[in-house]
């Protein structure tokens, strides 16, 4: 997850940024489902209300919603690696 996690975020902004409604409803639904997977519920709640923006064609309100995933990604890669220090 920590890395795939890095992939897509990196595919959902490179999307928002070329326009691409397609490539950020295809990022935001792996990253959903992902985020879900390992408990991550804020971020995988971000990554839906994402991926039904980019399903609808609305990219300029995709732009500060990616920016908002982006830290929360980062915020849950932070605690994941902690927790596995701890480990």
């Known amino acids: 997850y920590l890395q795939s ?3 897509l ?3 959902l902004r490179e999307a928002v940024a070329a326009g691409d ?3 950020v409803r295809t990022a935001a ?3 959903k ?3 879900a997977n390992v408990g991550a519920t804020a971020l995988a709640e971000i990554a839906r209300q994402l991926e039904a923006l980019g399903r609808d ?3 300029l309100p995709a732009r500060a919603l990616a920016d908002q995933l982006i830290a929360e990604q980062r915020r849950v890669v932070s605690a994941l690696q902690a927790e596995k220090a701890a480990a």
Do not use: E, M, P, Y
């Open 29 to 31: 639904h792996a990253l």
């Open 9 to 11: 975020t990196g595919q």
């Open 21 to 23: 409604a397609d490539g």
């Open 33 to 35: 489902s992902s985020s």
């Open 5 to 7: 996690s890095r992939k």
């Open 57 to 59: 064609g609305q990219l």
